[in-house]
């Protein structure tokens, strides 16, 4: 059973571009959530899908946004990126949603930098 | 507001070895603790999830233990091998916070040959 998988693995963009992000979830989980990862913060919350709907979301400025398809696909997307933007960013998916006991699993990550 | 807080937050052991992480959270309205491993550079691997009905859950060499009351959880190492050297991260999910994991800073293990 294939695991949760996030592409790309790495990019490099400059301020002010924009980037998205895509992760395929385990077969047959519904829920996908977001987190970013930095050495100074360690790992935030972004938001959380489930059925092609937000469920909850971080403290994070409106440039970070995000989607989930039929699939339980889902891609995230920051626009007019920051210096500050750089980091690892991993998608976690669940069966049915972390807020029910349900177990994250999550993919390798796509580690962005910004120039 | 949930705050979870990992000590130490490096560790050098030999070899063979028995050792204990503790992990350790402000609020003990939680629906589940989950223990994790990250090798450098790499994704999150789950080692262990812990219901807040449950008081441990084991997995080969590995013991994790929850004490809601307290606040504390314990990632408990049988016999570490060079191969467990990695960050262990703990998290936790409130019942107040459906949806989101908020993470320890993790303890950074290195285990010498």
């Known amino acids: 059973k294939a695991g949760v998988t996030q592409t790309p693995r790495y990019l490099i963009k400059t301020r002010g571009q924009q980037v998205t992000l895509s992760c395929s979830p385990i077969s047959g989980h519904r829920s996908v959530s977001w987190y970013q990862q930095t050495p100074g913060q360690g790992l935030q919350f972004l938001f959380e899908y489930f059925s092609e709907t937000q469920r909850n979301k971080g403290n994070f400025p409106g440039r970070f946004s995000g989607r989930q398809f039929s699939n339980s696909r889902s891609e995230m997307n920051v626009s007019t990126l920051e210096l500050g933007d750089s980091a690892l960013y991993l998608c976690a998916s669940s069966l049915e949603g972390t807020g029910i006991t349900g177990e994250l699993f999550f993919g390798e990550g796509s580690r962005l930098t910004v120039l | 507001k949930q705050e979870v807080t990992q000590i130490p937050a490096a560790l050098s052991v030999p070899e063979g070895e028995n050792l204990v992480l503790n992990c350790s959270f402000t609020d003990s309205a939680i629906y589940n603790l989950q223990w994790f491993r990250q090798d450098p550079g790499k994704g999150l691997t789950s080692l262990l999830l812990?219901?807040?009905?449950?008081r441990e859950q084991t997995s080969g060499r590995l013991n994790a233990s929850l004490d809601k009351s307290s606040g504390r959880s314990t990632l408990y190492i049988a016999a570490s091998q060079p191969g467990d050297s990695a960050t262990y991260l703990c998290a936790v999910i409130g019942l107040s916070n459906t949806g989101k994991l908020i993470f320890g800073q993790g303890t950074t293990l290195q285990v010498k040959p």
């Open positions: 812990i219901q807040s009905s449950q």
